[in-house]
């Protein structure tokens, strides 16, 4: 799960960290292919996800600048899963994590 200094955090798989030049070192940006993504809410900074890329029907890819990221952490859906399972209507519920 990547953390952005704007407060939008997302999770996905890591297509590419970029390669290093002479003249700038690493890359700036990050590929990621997002599997869902939302936003720390701004007194306690639980996760709110409100974004499922799945229930979209295509390929998805954002590129972020490696500069606005605050944090980078694993994230294991079965814990996520197994702390928040879905509320009544299939909504998904956000994490205790900060």
Request: net charge negative; aromatic share 10%; no cysteine.
């Amino acid at each position: 799960m990547l953390t952005m200094n704007d407060r939008k955090v997302y999770v996905g798989k890591v297509i590419d960290l970029g390669e290093p030049t002479e003249k700038n070192g690493m890359d700036q940006d990050i590929s990621i292919m997002p599997l869902m993504s939302g936003y720390r809410e701004k007194d306690n900074l639980k996760v709110e996800f409100t974004t499922f890329y799945e229930e979209v029907d295509a390929d998805i890819y954002l590129s972020l600048r490696q500069e606005a990221i605050l944090s980078a952490t694993e994230f294991d859906f079965t814990a996520y899963q197994r702390w928040n399972p879905p509320k009544e209507g299939g909504a998904q519920s956000d994490t205790g994590s900060t």
